[in-house]
């Protein structure tokens, strides 16, 4: 959800006739895009960390 609102306000800022509009959105979505990779790759590490179960699945067909 505040992936989607973070880029929502990124456009907001592109439309609105702002200086520098185009740099800030290119901010915004890089700031967004790391998080999402950080955030994402320390999920397996920390729940085993902190003995999380997790189910391991199959990938289907």
Known sequence: MI???SISV???IL???TA???T???IIFIVVLISMIVQG???PYL???FRVPMRH???QP
């Open 3 to 5: 992936l989607g609102l």
């Open 10 to 12: 990124g456009m907001f």
């Open 15 to 17: 439309g609105s006739g």
């Open 20 to 22: 520098h509009a185009q």
């Open 24 to 26: 800030l959105y290119s």
């Open 41 to 43: 790759g320390l999920i």
């Open 47 to 49: 729940a085993s960390k």
């Open 57 to 59: 699945l199959e990938q």
